[in-house]
């Protein structure tokens, strides 16, 4: 990353591209270093090529060589994982926004690597005095997701009473 927050463009890259049979094209892409990839039309490739978007059928569509494409969403449908407390995602609707106010995109993939664990040197005598504790294996990487265990239910509006402003009593019951 540059020191101005950007990311350093290395260099220019015409790709070369198919979406099923009918559909070749060539792109103009900025090389950054990442260690992953993914091919992103963005804004400038919709303008070039006069896409138009369907909202209700969540398609694009536009003609090449006098032949119309129409480009759909993945029918795979994967469940989705509920894993409670506050989520980071965009909507499609809200990240189209996004993309339509911004010439540039960027795309973060993750990916696990497993690594090797030593312990520091400066740690290793805390870990010897206390290695009743500390178990022979530790599971690898974090626990599996499980769904909310409880949940509660508030009403649309409803405001939730501030404690001091509570009767004792009030406060008891507030606290069950």
Not at 14 to 29: A, Q
């Amino acid at each position: 990353m540059a020191e101005n927050g950007g990311v350093n463009v290395s260099e220019r890259a015409l790709v070369s591209f198919s979406i099923g049979l009918k559909y070749k094209d060539v792109v103009w892409y900025n090389v950054v270093a990442m260690d992953a990839c993914h091919l992103l039309l963005g804004r400038p490739w919709r303008y070039d090529r006069r896409v138009v978007h369907d909202g209700w059928t969540n398609s694009y569509s536009f003609m090449f060589k006098n032949v119309k494409i129409v480009l759909v969403p993945n029918r795979k449908s994967e469940k989705p994982i509920s894993m409670g407390g506050e989520t980071k995602l965009l909507s499609l609707a809200r990240f189209e926004e996004e993309v339509d106010e911004s010439q540039l995109v960027y795309v973060l993939i993750g990916k696990e690597v497993a690594a090797e664990v030593s312990v520091p040197t400066t740690a290793a005598p805390v870990v010897a005095e206390f290695v009743d504790i500390f178990p022979n294996e530790l599971p690898y990487g974090l626990p599996p997701l499980r769904d909310i265990q409880h949940g509660i239910d508030l009403e649309r509006g409803a405001v939730l009473p501030t404690h001091y402003r509570m009767s004792l009593r009030q406060h008891e019951e507030l606290r069950r």
